[in-house]
């Protein structure tokens, strides 16, 4: 008999997108053939059931969906909070309502069997699923508030989404969209950096925020208007821009790894001391 893996958020950092949970989806297949067989015999009690049935599980299969994306996007963050709406125990509880309500009032079994049936499916959701993430990921923040990092890199993150919007789209002139696709890499780049050692946070976010904001603003007024109705000198200044851009988010970047390069040599310092003593 071969034994069902338990899930592991951990595992899928490779990928770009979170599991569905596909396990719970088998629970829909004879539920569904119990709607459609009940339609196409015309019993209108054994349909309205079965369909309540199938809606609950449906409803399980997308809190579960909501869960495991929270739940991914929180172990592949280094700074984070928890997630604050509790999808994987809402979707734990309702499977035990589902599978109680498919037992004893669509199908014959007793209210006993239901609620038995019930707390094994509850119980096999949390050890295979396991439940949400409730602790906060803000360790290695120092004397910094969490919730002054957290604002500041959510709302770069904010921006930096409206500017990549644009990229995607139809963007005809394909030297800017380079110089743009560049300039989102390295504030990207300059985010994680952030991330890794958020006390440079105080000195790095008005420069995240007021540039961010700017390209973005830029970004906005270029992608409204049509193309031929930009003058060539028009351009040739966003090109200038965005060089400057580039140059002042290496400037940004270097910085940031010249003060963690600076912390190490302190701290380095600090232990030969104390070996010494």
């Known amino acids: 008999m071969t034994k069902a893996k338990r899930y592991n958020p951990e595992a899928n950092f490779g990928t770009s997108k979170p599991k569905k949970g596909l396990l719970l989806y088998f629970f829909l297949t004879p539920l569904f053939l119990a709607v459609v067989l009940a339609l196409l015999a015309r019993d209108i009690p054994a349909f309205g059931l079965n369909l309540t049935a199938f809606g609950l599980f449906y409803a399980v299969v997308k809190l579960n969906t909501w869960g ?48 038995f049936l019930a707390v094994i499916a509850m119980i096999g959701y949390v050890l295979y699923y396991g439940l949400d993430p409730r602790t906060d990921k803000l360790e290695n923040i120092g004397d910094v508030s969490a919730e002054l990092v957290l604002k500041t890199l ?50 790095a976010r008005r420069f995240l925020l007021v540039y961010l904001d700017g390209l973005e603003k830029v970004t906005n007024s270029y992608t409204s208007m049509d193309d031929a109705d930009i003058k060539g000198e028009t351009k040739e200044k966003l090109h200038q821009l965005l060089n400057d851009v580039e140059i002042k988010f290496d400037k940004e970047l270097a910085r940031l790894k010249k003060n963690n390069q600076f912390d190490l040599d302190v701290n380095i310092d600090v232990l030969q001391q104390q070996i010494k003593n």
Do not use: C, W
Not at 75 to 104: D, N, Q, R, W
Not at 173 to 196: F, N, P, R
């Open 154 to 203: 959510s709302d770069a993150k904010l921006k930096l989404s409206g500017i990549e919007s644009h990229i995607g789209g139809d963007f005809k002139d394909l030297v800017l969209k380079d110089k743009l696709s560049l300039a989102t890499k390295k504030a990207e780049h300059i985010i994680q950096t952030i991330q890794e050692d958020p006390k440079d946070i105080r000195v």
């Open 68 to 115: 495991l994306a929270n739940e991914f996007k929180y172990h592949k963050e280094k700074l984070t909070k928890a997630p604050t709406k509790p999808y994987k125990t809402m979707s734990a509880i309702l499977l035990g309502v589902a599978t109680l309500f498919s037992a004893s009032v669509a199908g014959d079994k007793s209210i006993f069997i239901g609620i």
